[in-house]
């Protein structure tokens, strides 16, 4: 009588455990998904090329879309920099086609993010062999200058809550 028990209650965490997995599981990653680690620890560049700082972090809204970043400005190891959040928007991928840079809606192969919209830009990537970026094919880039993100409300965060807090 025990080992019928038992029997069936293995059979019904069986079948429980392989019907839960068969809805939480995917068989192909999305064709639209792009991975976090592209964005992540990336470094962001002015439309001069001149370095502005890092992502150090992703914000996601309550749907799970990509809507800020956190970029680190400043500073010299670590030491004094100082964290700005930017929309989604402001970051774009920029690639190398020629003398001008443009910026797409697919993902690149040195794991630079793709932003919502295609657009051309003004912007002129570096010709010489020591390029700026990680991959002289692209990068991610800002409308924005280091002086001016410097000059934007600091964020610090919070490990109590899990979020960003205007530093004070």
Known sequence: MKSTLLAGGMLAVALTT???AA???MSAAPTDGVSVTIYYKQTVYDPKENKIGEI???LLD????????VVGVGGFLGIGEK???VPFESVKVMHKTGTTATTTTTAPANNAA?????ATTTAHPSTGASANH???DSWLAMDETKDTLKAAPGFTYDRTTMSWKPSK
Not at 114 to 118: F, G, K, L, Q, V
């Open 18 to 20: 392989s019907a839960f």
């Open 23 to 25: 809805t939480t599981t």
């Open 56 to 58: 150090d972090d992703v």
């Open 62 to 69: 309550k749907s799970g879309k990509v809507n800020g970043f």
């Open 83 to 85: 964290d700005v959040i």
């Open 114 to 118: 793709a932003p919502n919209t295609t």
């Open 134 to 136: 990680n991959n002289n």
